[in-house]
Protein backbone atom coordinates (compact mmCIF):
# COMPACT_ATOMS: atom_id res chain seq x y z
CA UNK A 1 0.00 0.00 0.00
CA UNK A 2 1.66 3.12 -0.58
CA UNK A 3 2.02 5.70 2.06
CA UNK A 4 0.31 8.78 0.87
CA UNK A 5 -2.86 8.52 -2.11
CA UNK A 6 -4.24 10.94 -4.23
CA UNK A 7 -6.90 11.14 -6.74
CA UNK A 8 -4.97 12.13 -9.44
CA UNK A 9 -8.26 14.42 -11.40
CA UNK A 10 -7.44 16.09 -13.28
CA UNK A 11 -9.85 18.87 -11.94
CA UNK A 12 -11.50 21.45 -14.51
CA UNK A 13 -13.33 23.79 -12.63
CA UNK A 14 -14.67 27.52 -13.90
CA UNK A 15 -13.81 30.90 -12.17
CA UNK A 16 -15.16 31.26 -8.96
CA UNK A 17 -15.51 27.64 -8.18
CA UNK A 18 -14.80 25.69 -4.71
CA UNK A 19 -12.62 22.55 -4.83
CA UNK A 20 -11.72 20.12 -2.49
CA UNK A 21 -9.11 17.57 -2.78
CA UNK A 22 -8.41 14.87 -0.18
CA UNK A 23 -5.59 12.73 0.85
CA UNK A 24 -5.32 9.65 2.87
CA UNK A 25 -1.65 8.19 4.19
CA UNK A 26 -0.97 4.83 5.32
CA UNK A 27 1.56 5.43 8.50
CA UNK A 28 -0.68 6.09 11.50
CA UNK A 29 2.85 7.58 12.63
CA UNK A 30 2.81 10.13 10.76
CA UNK A 31 3.59 13.69 12.09
CA UNK A 32 3.30 16.61 9.86
CA UNK A 33 1.68 17.07 6.97
CA UNK A 34 1.62 19.42 3.96
CA UNK A 35 0.12 20.70 0.59
CA UNK A 36 2.31 21.61 -1.98
CA UNK A 37 1.97 22.80 -4.73
CA UNK A 38 3.90 22.34 -8.42
CA UNK A 39 3.64 23.99 -11.62
CA UNK A 40 4.32 22.30 -15.39
CA UNK A 41 7.98 21.19 -15.06
CA UNK A 42 8.70 23.51 -12.09
CA UNK A 43 10.12 22.66 -8.48
CA UNK A 44 7.27 21.79 -5.87
CA UNK A 45 6.58 24.87 -3.19
CA UNK A 46 5.13 25.03 -0.32
CA UNK A 47 1.46 25.62 -0.15
CA UNK A 48 0.97 25.11 3.34
CA UNK A 49 1.45 22.85 6.76
CA UNK A 50 -1.90 21.08 7.89
CA UNK A 51 -2.78 21.50 11.60
CA UNK A 52 -4.80 19.24 13.46
CA UNK A 53 -6.88 21.98 14.50
CA UNK A 54 -7.59 22.67 10.91
CA UNK A 55 -6.01 26.12 9.53
CA UNK A 56 -6.94 28.70 6.67
CA UNK A 57 -4.89 30.90 4.37
CA UNK A 58 -7.01 33.29 2.66
CA UNK A 59 -9.01 31.19 0.42
CA UNK A 60 -7.39 27.90 1.41
CA UNK A 61 -8.36 25.38 4.01
CA UNK A 62 -6.84 22.51 4.98
CA UNK A 63 -8.26 20.06 7.46
CA UNK A 64 -6.35 16.98 9.16
CA UNK A 65 -8.13 13.54 10.42
CA UNK A 66 -6.23 11.88 12.42
CA UNK A 67 -8.35 8.98 12.92
CA UNK A 68 -9.74 8.58 9.56
CA UNK A 69 -5.69 9.27 8.29
CA UNK A 70 -6.90 11.88 6.26
CA UNK A 71 -5.95 15.34 4.90
CA UNK A 72 -7.95 17.68 2.49
CA UNK A 73 -7.44 21.21 1.00
CA UNK A 74 -10.04 23.30 0.06
CA UNK A 75 -9.66 26.12 -2.34
CA UNK A 76 -12.45 29.26 -2.35
CA UNK A 77 -13.27 31.40 -4.94
CA UNK A 78 -10.87 29.82 -7.85
CA UNK A 79 -8.36 32.07 -9.85
CA UNK A 80 -6.84 30.99 -12.67
CA UNK A 81 -3.63 31.06 -11.37
CA UNK A 82 -4.48 28.19 -8.91
CA UNK A 83 -3.90 25.94 -11.99
CA UNK A 84 -1.48 23.40 -11.16
CA UNK A 85 -0.43 19.84 -9.30
CA UNK A 86 -1.43 19.85 -5.86
CA UNK A 87 1.03 17.72 -3.81
CA UNK A 88 0.02 15.68 -0.82
CA UNK A 89 3.28 15.52 1.78
CA UNK A 90 3.58 13.67 4.91
CA UNK A 91 6.38 13.01 7.72
CA UNK A 92 6.90 10.87 9.97
CA UNK A 93 9.38 13.24 11.85
CA UNK A 94 11.64 16.08 11.82
CA UNK A 95 14.73 14.76 9.97
CA UNK A 96 13.36 11.53 8.70
CA UNK A 97 11.72 10.64 5.15
CA UNK A 98 8.96 12.91 3.23
CA UNK A 99 6.47 10.76 1.53
CA UNK A 100 4.97 12.59 -1.82
CA UNK A 101 1.39 11.78 -3.33
CA UNK A 102 1.35 11.85 -6.85
CA UNK A 103 -0.36 14.88 -6.81
CA UNK A 104 -3.80 16.23 -8.03
CA UNK A 105 -4.41 18.44 -11.10
CA UNK A 106 -6.53 21.52 -11.10
CA UNK A 107 -7.14 23.22 -14.25
CA UNK A 108 -9.45 26.53 -13.56
CA UNK A 109 -11.38 27.80 -16.73
CA UNK A 110 -11.90 31.03 -17.51
CA UNK B 1 18.73 35.59 -1.57
CA UNK B 2 17.96 32.31 -0.41
CA UNK B 3 18.09 28.96 -2.35
CA UNK B 4 18.85 25.79 -3.73
CA UNK B 5 20.99 25.65 -7.03
CA UNK B 6 21.48 22.27 -9.11
CA UNK B 7 23.48 21.44 -12.05
CA UNK B 8 23.43 20.66 -14.45
CA UNK B 9 19.63 21.51 -15.49
CA UNK B 10 19.48 19.19 -18.21
CA UNK B 11 22.05 16.31 -19.30
CA UNK B 12 21.32 13.51 -22.13
CA UNK B 13 23.89 10.82 -21.87
CA UNK B 14 24.96 7.10 -22.69
CA UNK B 15 24.18 3.75 -20.28
CA UNK B 16 27.34 3.30 -17.90
CA UNK B 17 28.71 6.93 -18.33
CA UNK B 18 29.65 7.93 -14.57
CA UNK B 19 27.71 11.64 -13.96
CA UNK B 20 27.37 13.85 -10.94
CA UNK B 21 24.56 16.26 -10.31
CA UNK B 22 25.67 18.99 -8.20
CA UNK B 23 23.08 20.19 -5.56
CA UNK B 24 24.15 23.22 -3.57
CA UNK B 25 22.17 25.73 -0.49
CA UNK B 26 23.30 28.89 1.10
CA UNK B 27 20.38 28.64 3.69
CA UNK B 28 22.64 27.12 6.05
CA UNK B 29 20.30 23.76 6.40
CA UNK B 30 21.07 20.69 8.04
CA UNK B 31 18.99 18.39 6.08
CA UNK B 32 19.36 18.09 2.81
CA UNK B 33 17.61 15.26 0.08
CA UNK B 34 17.32 13.92 -3.17
CA UNK B 35 14.30 13.33 -5.63
CA UNK B 36 13.19 12.04 -8.71
CA UNK B 37 9.95 12.12 -10.01
CA UNK B 38 8.17 10.37 -12.76
CA UNK B 39 4.92 10.17 -14.22
CA UNK B 40 2.33 8.11 -12.23
CA UNK B 41 4.78 7.54 -9.20
CA UNK B 42 5.31 11.45 -7.83
CA UNK B 43 8.30 12.39 -6.18
CA UNK B 44 10.16 9.98 -4.40
CA UNK B 45 13.01 10.22 -2.26
CA UNK B 46 16.23 8.71 -3.11
CA UNK B 47 18.61 9.52 -0.43
CA UNK B 48 18.51 12.26 2.56
CA UNK B 49 20.92 13.66 5.13
CA UNK B 50 20.58 14.77 8.13
CA UNK B 51 23.80 16.54 8.60
CA UNK B 52 27.31 16.34 7.39
CA UNK B 53 28.44 13.17 7.12
CA UNK B 54 24.75 11.61 7.40
CA UNK B 55 23.06 10.21 4.87
CA UNK B 56 19.96 7.75 4.45
CA UNK B 57 18.80 5.67 2.20
CA UNK B 58 15.04 6.81 0.84
CA UNK B 59 12.36 4.96 -0.98
CA UNK B 60 14.69 4.34 -4.14
CA UNK B 61 18.49 4.39 -3.67
CA UNK B 62 19.46 1.54 -6.37
CA UNK B 63 21.65 2.90 -8.32
CA UNK B 64 22.60 6.32 -6.81
CA UNK B 65 25.34 7.04 -4.75
CA UNK B 66 25.82 10.78 -2.28
CA UNK B 67 27.70 12.07 -0.17
CA UNK B 68 27.76 15.05 2.51
CA UNK B 69 31.55 16.09 3.04
CA UNK B 70 30.01 20.43 3.75
CA UNK B 71 27.00 21.59 4.99
CA UNK B 72 25.99 23.37 2.02
CA UNK B 73 26.64 20.71 -0.89
CA UNK B 74 25.13 16.92 -1.53
CA UNK B 75 25.92 15.55 -4.94
CA UNK B 76 23.68 12.68 -6.22
CA UNK B 77 26.03 10.64 -8.44
CA UNK B 78 25.46 8.07 -10.69
CA UNK B 79 28.32 5.39 -10.95
CA UNK B 80 26.23 3.46 -14.19
CA UNK B 81 23.40 4.82 -15.23
CA UNK B 82 20.81 2.71 -17.16
CA UNK B 83 17.88 3.95 -19.18
CA UNK B 84 15.45 3.57 -16.27
CA UNK B 85 17.21 6.36 -14.03
CA UNK B 86 15.85 9.07 -16.83
CA UNK B 87 14.30 11.10 -14.65
CA UNK B 88 13.21 14.63 -13.71
CA UNK B 89 15.67 15.19 -10.04
CA UNK B 90 15.27 17.34 -7.58
CA UNK B 91 17.49 18.17 -4.30
CA UNK B 92 15.69 19.50 -1.39
CA UNK B 93 16.57 21.09 1.85
CA UNK B 94 14.55 21.47 5.19
CA UNK B 95 14.54 23.86 8.14
CA UNK B 96 12.43 22.02 10.53
CA UNK B 97 9.61 20.41 8.37
CA UNK B 98 9.20 23.07 5.33
CA UNK B 99 11.10 21.86 2.30
CA UNK B 100 12.98 24.37 -0.26
CA UNK B 101 13.67 22.32 -3.77
CA UNK B 102 15.76 23.27 -6.50
CA UNK B 103 14.76 23.55 -10.00
CA UNK B 104 15.23 20.06 -11.03
CA UNK B 105 17.79 18.46 -13.16
CA UNK B 106 15.70 16.56 -16.41
CA UNK B 107 18.23 13.52 -16.88
CA UNK B 108 17.79 11.43 -20.17
CA UNK B 109 20.45 8.33 -20.46
CA UNK B 110 20.43 6.97 -23.86
Known amino acids: RKEVEQDPGPFNVPEGATVAFNCTYS??????FFWYRQDCRKEPKLLMS???SGNEDGRFTAQLNRASQYISLLIRDSKLSDSATYLC???????????FGTGTSLTVIP | EAQVTQNPRYLITVTGKKLTVTCSQN?????MSWYRQDPGLGLRQIYY???????DKGDVPEGYKVSRKEKRNFPLILESPSPNQTSLYFC?????????FGPGTRLTVT
Open chain 1, 89 to 99: VVNRGTGNQFY
Open chain 2, 49 to 55: SMNVEVT
Open chain 1, 27 to 32: NSASQS
Open chain 1, 50 to 52: VYS
Open chain 2, 92 to 100: ATSWGSEQY
Open chain 2, 27 to 31: MNHEY
